[in-house]
């Protein structure tokens, strides 16, 4: 069974530039939520996708959108960066079959300068 | 909205010492509640949630509805048991999870 993967696993960005960051389900898994950990907090929900349509959106702007293909694998974009967006972002997979336990990805640390 | 607060950033304790990490959560309703473990350079895992009821690692937690708490405790800590810990709840009809921000715990030899 392969695990939740994400990448890259850092990057640094300008402000104003516009990032995407990539995440692969675990198989068998049919809904990825991503979560933003900014230092010293605890993760918040960003938005969920099952089934390639997004499925519920946390207090974050526009600016932060989606993807999710149909090997259920998922894109987290940010345009516009601003300092604050710099902090750890998690992937987590699901299934609808044990929809209680999500897997977490090792996340990428972004860095906006 | 629904809330979860951990009051303590950092619970230090010595070997074979009792455990208490404190969960609050603000929620009307019947609340899933669940905690997570972040081991040093690994990721975010589930360690166990109430509708469970299990003992992980030797953890159990305990949902008090009336001091809308849901703590972890072990009786004996190891060393092994150093980690990042959250408390997170469901939100909505999706699995939307809400964490507090977290209590490093330090177990010292």
């Not at chain 1, 995440?23 to 068998?28: H, K, L, P, T």
């Amino acid at each position: 069974e392969t695990g939740v993967t994400q990448s890259p696993t850092h990057l640094i960005k300008t402000r104003g530039q516009q990032v995407t960051l990539r995440c692969s389900s675990q198989s068998g898994h049919n809904t990825v939520s991503w979560y933003q950990q900014a230092l010293g907090q605890g993760p918040q929900f960003i938005f969920q996708y099952y089934r390639e349509e997004e499925n519920g959106r946390g207090n974050f702007p526009p600016r932060f959108s989606g993807l999710q293909f149909p090997n259920y694998s998922s894109e987290l974009n940010v345009n516009a960066l601003e300092l604050d967006d710099s902090a750890l972002y998690l992937c987590a997979s699901s299934s609808t079959g044990d929809s209680y336990e999500q897997y977490f990805g090792p996340g990428t640390r972004l860095t906006v300068t | 909205a629904q809330r979860v607060t951990q009051p303590e950033k950092l619970l230090s304790v010595f070997k074979g010492a009792p455990v208490e990490l404190k969960c609050n959560y603000s929620y009307s309703g019947s609340p899933e509640l669940f905690w997570y473990v972040q081991y040093s350079r690994q990721r975010l895992q589930l360690l166990l949630r109430h509708i469970s009821r299990e003992s992980i690692k030797g953890f159990t937690a305990d949902l008090n509805k009336g001091e809308t708490s849901f703590h972890l405790k072990k009786p004996f800590a190891q060393e092994e048991d150093s980690a990042m810990y959250y408390c997170a709840t469901f939100s909505g009809g999706y699995n939307k999870l809400i964490f507090g921000a977290g209590t490093r715990l330090a177990v010292h030899p």
